[in-house]
């Protein structure tokens, strides 16, 4: 059995939402490995409750492979970005998000990333 490492950057990125929210950090595990076909869930932690629907609490999921530019995977934690296929899902609430990609494909070797940003 094929098995690929699907990378995860260890992720403290640190947001300044404006005096009322103070800092948000966000973390994400180091690195999640899986099997060709098999299922794998990325999870990240926000340091507190974010509003998913609002416009300038943006929460997305990134993927960026060997040399590439990030591509947008997920956007408001759950909604997939057009073009992206259906294996991967975002999902979540509150502080804990979590990606799923169903039915690993060799070509998902990469790094996936959380950035959080409150937008004024």
């Known amino acids: 059995m094929t098995l690929i490492c699907v990378l995860i950057w260890t992720l403290l990125c640190c947001c300044f939402t404006g005096k009322s929210r103070g800092q948000i950090t966000v973390t994400q595990p180091g690195a999640v490995s899986s099997a060709v076909g098999a299922t794998v869930s990325i999870k990240c932690t926000t340091s507190q409750n974010v509003r998913v629907w609002s416009n ?3 929460l997305s999921w990134y993927q960026q492979k060997d040399g590439g530019v990030p591509k947008l995977l997920i956007k408001y934690a759950s909604t997939r970005q057009s073009g992206i296929p259906a294996r991967f899902t975002g999902s979540g609430s ?4 979590t990606l799923t990609i169903s039915g690993v494909q060799a070509e998902d ?3 996936y990333y959380y950035p959080y940003k ?3």
Not at 94 to 97: E, I, Q, V
């Open 118 to 120: 409150y937008a004024y």
């Open 56 to 58: 300038n609490h943006l």
């Open 109 to 111: 070797a990469a790094v």
């Open 94 to 97: 509150n502080s804990d998000f």
